[in-house]
Nanobody, 122 residues
């Protein structure tokens, strides 16, 4: 049974940093591309970044967010710096079975975590 468990969310002030973690189990982690998505109230789920054969982040967070992974720990991280109120959302990690795929569409991912809330106040 595949499980993805996010952690590290919280309430912070604008300009602060957070590091989200996503621990995976029940899959061969090194075979999977890992994505981060977020969803704000009333909005669609949007791509934030991915780690697999390549690593990339969305233009809206470029220069502030970075993604890394530790295959030995079956964990992917999202380091978020210089947070803005518009970054407020539930953040989800997702796994896609094809490591070298670079998909930015939520429907292309096979497994999802339960999400972690990030709230950035002014």
């Amino acid at each position: 049974q595949v499980q993805l468990v996010e952690s590290g969310g919280g309430l912070v002030q604008a300009g602060d940093s957070l590091r989200l973690s996503c621990a995976a189990s029940g899959l061969t982690f090194s075979n999977y591309a890992m994505g981060w998505f977020r969803q704000a109230p009333g909005k669609e789920r949007e791509f934030v970044g991915l780690s697999g054969g390549s690593t990339s982040v969305a233009d809206s967070v470029k220069g502030r967010f970075t993604i890394s992974r530790d295959n030995a720990k079956n964990t992917v991280y999202l380091q978020m710096n210089s947070l803005k109120p518009e970054d407020t959302a539930v953040y989800y990690c997702a796994a896609r079975w094809e490591y070298y795929s670079a998909r930015k569409v939520a429907q292309d991912y096979d497994y999802w975590g339960q999400g972690t809330q990030v709230t950035v106040s002014n």
